[in-house]
């Protein structure tokens, strides 16, 4: 990443604070210039339509706002909709409630950002559709 002088990359915002690596500011949508920071991120996230995003799969990329950071992703992991170890999926789901509700800190901590609240009201409400080999809701 850092090998070749005056070359510009791009890489997650996490490794570049832990890399102590320089970053630029860039223009957005809004035609404000925005540095990367939790704060632009979260921006970014509160604009995006989460509840029509297919498995909250949404591209954040050029948001609206005028404090949004212009490129911006989501990190998510996938679970089948049905499960055939209703234990382990239980399980994977008390792990996430989790984290989501006592992991905030420990994730900007990491240089990463919190999911909105929000959001994980709807994720919690899209858990109600994985079920286990009965066809009985997991969660």
């Known amino acids: 990443m850092q090998r ?3 070359a510009i990359g ?3 915002y996490a490794y570049a604070l832990q890399n102590k690596m320089a970053y630029a500011s ?3 949508r809004d035609g404000a210039w925005i540095k990367p920071d939790a704060k632009s991120f979260q921006a970014t996230a509160a604009h995006a339509d989460w509840a029509k995003a297919p498995g909250f799969y949404a591209i954040l990329t050029n948001e ?6 212009p490129i911006t992703d989501a990190t998510f992991i ?3 909709k049905t499960q055939a170890n ?3 999926a239980k ?3 008390d792990f996430f409630k989790w984290a989501y509700e006592h992991g905030d800190k420990m994730a900007e901590d990491l240089g990463y950002i919190p999911i909105p609240d929000q959001v994980v009201q709807l994720i919690y409400q899209a858990w109600t559709a994985i079920q286990g080999p009965d066809g009985k809701p997991v969660y």
Do not use: D
């Not at 609206?64 to 950071?69: A, F, M, N, Q």
């Open 26 to 28: 860039l223009q957005n």
């Open 10 to 12: 791009y890489v997650e």
């Open 4 to 6: 070749i002088p005056g």
């Open 86 to 88: 209703l234990e382990g």
């Open 78 to 80: 996938l679970m089948h």
């Open 64 to 69: 609206p706002g005028k404090e949004s950071w």
């Open 91 to 93: 399980r994977v789901l």
